[in-house]
């Protein structure tokens, strides 16, 4: 899994590159097969804007959360996320593993 954070009018210090990254984290203990997730941060005005892109096989899930604090928003991002991607392993288990319905005969 490759994690990329980058910020866009804002500098990104050790300390929120170390929080983004655990708090995008979580994401790996539902879902192992996730490729790439790209983290965007930046600033308008007095917001703060947090994105992320996840790259699973098949799909791209992106999400975007805004707030006040920085920690804020990446905080409201990764439960965005986390649920996203919830979602999507429990509508990829229940289409992969349906089993074919056979249409029974009556026997005469």
């Known amino acids: 899994m490759n994690l990329s954070i980058t910020g866009r009018h804002l500098e990104?210090?050790?300390?929120i590159r170390e929080y983004a990254s655990q708090k995008v984290a979580r994401i790996g203990r539902h879902f192992?097969?996730?490729?790439d997730i790209q983290v965007t941060l930046s600033v308008e005005k007095l917001e703060h804007i947090?994105?992320?892109?996840?790259?699973l096989p098949?799909?791209?899930?992106?999400?975007?959360?805004?707030?006040?604090?920085l920690y804020a928003s990446i905080d409201l991002l990764a439960?965005?996320?986390?649920?996203?991607?919830?979602?999507?392993?429990?509508?990829?288990q229940?289409?992969?593993?349906?089993?074919?319905k056979?249409?029974?005969?009556p026997a005469e």
């Open 32 to 35: 192992d097969q996730i490729i």
């Open 12 to 15: 990104i210090t050790p300390a």
């Open 94 to 100: 229940n289409h992969a593993h349906d089993p074919v």
């Open 50 to 55: 947090a994105e992320v892109t996840v790259r």
């Open 102 to 105: 056979r249409q029974e005969v």
């Open 79 to 92: 439960d965005k996320i986390d649920r996203q991607v919830v979602k999507y392993k429990g509508k990829v």
């Open 58 to 69: 098949g799909k791209d899930i992106h999400c975007e959360a805004r707030d006040e604090n």
